[in-house]
């Protein structure tokens, strides 16, 4: 992302932060407080790290007993890797910070609804509850195509909150897809 791509992409995000600061949260089985939040935030951070290295701006943070065990944000492009996801490797961290390869009592934070791939992740990884931000209408596994995470033909279900920070977590994707279409209309016309 060029340097004045970067500035545009930062004041959009920073106008819709206090807005989406102030919404309430939509609730699809546990009440939302504000260390979701916060720990919410975190996981945009990691977004906008992802976003600086030209991934799709996508963060999660994995927190037990209250504090980030783990982080991850896409790195599918940086890493060659399809499987790449904020989920994955924040999931991965995870079990090498708890030395289980399951991981009970954990809570994901997420910017983006997983996808099938990473709502399986998380359904064998057995962790206890889910928390994102915008909704996929394209992919998501955890209410809007399917609800992978809670399909009582699974030998587990997580808990899920939807609609945490929504706006902020919405906005950046929007206007990171929108700058990747200007700049690629921008490459065909010979102007960069």
């Not at 390869?101 to 954990?106: E, H, M, V």
Request: a positive charge; glycine letters at 6%.
């Amino acid at each position: 992302m060029c340097k004045k791509d970067r500035l545009t992409y930062e004041s959009h995000v920073a106008k819709s932060s206090e807005a989406s600061r102030a919404a309430s949260a939509e609730s699809s089985d546990t009440q939302v407080t504000e260390f979701d939040n916060q720990m919410m935030r975190h996981a945009i951070e990691q977004a906008k790290l992802a976003a600086d290295e030209g991934e799709i701006p996508v963060g999660a943070v994995l927190v037990y007993n209250d504090e980030i065990i783990a982080w991850g944000r896409n790195q599918s492009i940086t890493k060659l890797d399809p499987s790449a996801h904020a989920e994955m490797l924040a999931i991965k961290q995870g079990t090498m910070a708890l030395g289980n390869y399951r991981l009970p009592g954990t809570t994901l934070y997420v910017t983006l609804e997983p996808c099938s791939m990473c709502a399986g992740l998380l359904v064998h990884a057995r962790i206890d509850r889910l928390v994102f931000g915008a909704k996929d209408a394209k992919t998501g596994a955890c209410g809007s195509i399917s609800n992978i995470v809670q399909d009582a033909r699974l030998n587990h279900q997580i808990k899920l909150s939807s609609g945490v920070l929504t706006e902020e977590c919405s906005l950046m994707l929007s206007e990171f897809f929108r700058l990747r279409r200007a700049k690629k209309k921008a490459l065909k016309k010979g102007e960069c």
